[in-house]
């Protein structure tokens, strides 16, 4: 991208993994930047490795009405407009506690902060992209492959994934007439420090414990890029990237 085409993003959880790793890689793009997340001190450190300038960071709680609009007022006061929404902040929750144990707080948080946070991010964007001119923009959200199967004792985050294609389906329907394209991006085993215990044992579905591989984030980044610089006249609707042998084709 030259000056004359340079794009404004906002990234939610850019703090760490892929969130960050996906904001260094539209950085290398060109693009201008919003990264949130709920740690000032590690969407500094995001905004460092971008080597870039161009880079506004902003404490957000995505589960907060009022965050969530101050994020986007301060992407509109710095940059006028909105090209991107990468909706990636999310929460695993209490993995690994039986259906039966899982107290409802812990339901209501993973719910408000990814099903509930990514809503309001998204809102927020389509109202931005809707109303702004040239008129239009494209969000891509973070679903994970858990939008189509579960592992065992997730059922907050497996639950708040699944509604995640429901969203994206929504949204891709309703910008139509805005120039608003909407797309989803499923993701297994990104080696992270939240997939960290994957790759050290994690339960299967017959009940025994396993050791999973996992790909380089960078991968998952290159293809979100690659997502967010199609013309708003092309989408990939679905995507799942995930590490060629995980335990995901034939799960269960």
Partial sequence: MNEAQTKIAIV???GSGIGRAVALELARGGWSLTLAGRRTEALEETAALTKSDDVLCV???VAVQEDVAALFAATRDRFGRLDLLFNNAGTFGPGGVPLDELPYEAWRHVVDTNLNGAFLCAQAAFRQMKGQSPQGGR???NGSISA???RPHSIAYTATKHAMTGLT???SLDGRPYRIATSQIDIGNAATDMTEQM???ILQANGQLAAEPAMDVADVARTVRHMAELPLEANVQFATVMA????FIGRG
């Fill in 12 to 14: 939610t959880g850019a």
């Fill in 59 to 61: 404490r957000t709680d």
């Fill in 139 to 141: 969000i891509i959200n």
């Fill in 148 to 150: 189509q199967v579960p």
């Fill in 169 to 171: 389906k929504s949204l």
């Fill in 199 to 201: 790759q050290r044992g």
């Fill in 244 to 247: 060629t042998n995980m335990p």
